[in-house]
């Protein structure tokens, strides 16, 4: 499966983007998610890459703790794309932002990364 997420860009502290994430695939079909895990991460300069929020059966939704009620993960079954709603950013919240999915065999699919910026 190929993915592309794209929105990111520069934005200031306290202000909102949302990122969205294309798949070559259906993330939902017959009733029930095609992948075992549905997630977004962000790697920073200098830092390993990280699960920002992650999706899976039932559709529950799991954040790390710095962005709880701040990013909301959803999906589209209609457009089929994952979406982060990313509000009161902070200048931390910069990296390059990916979308991924794990299959149910355990293979992970990641896409080309987009870049947030939050400014001070």
């Known amino acids: 499966v190929q993915l592309q997420a794209s929105g990111g860009g520069l934005v200031q502290v306290g202000g909102s983007l949302r990122l969205s994430c294309a798949a070559s695939?259906?993330?939902?079909?017959?009733?029930?998610?095609?992948?075992?895990?549905l997630g977004w991460y962000r790697q920073a300069p200098g830092q390993q890459r990280e699960m920002v929020a992650s999706?899976?059966?039932?559709?529950?939704?799991n954040y790390i703790d710095s962005v709880k009620g701040r990013f909301v993960m959803s999906r589209d079954d209609v457009k089929n794309i994952l979406t982060l709603e990313m509000n009161d950013l902070k200048v931390e919240d910069t990296a390059v932002y990916y979308c991924?999915?794990?299959?149910?065999?355990?293979?992970?699919?990641w896409g080309r990364g987009t870049l947030v910026t939050v400014s001070s």
């Open positions: 991924s999915v794990r299959d149910y065999g355990g293979k992970d699919f």
């Open positions: 695939r259906p993330f939902f079909k017959f009733e029930m998610l095609q992948f075992g895990i």
């Open positions: 999706m899976a059966t039932g559709d529950t939704t």
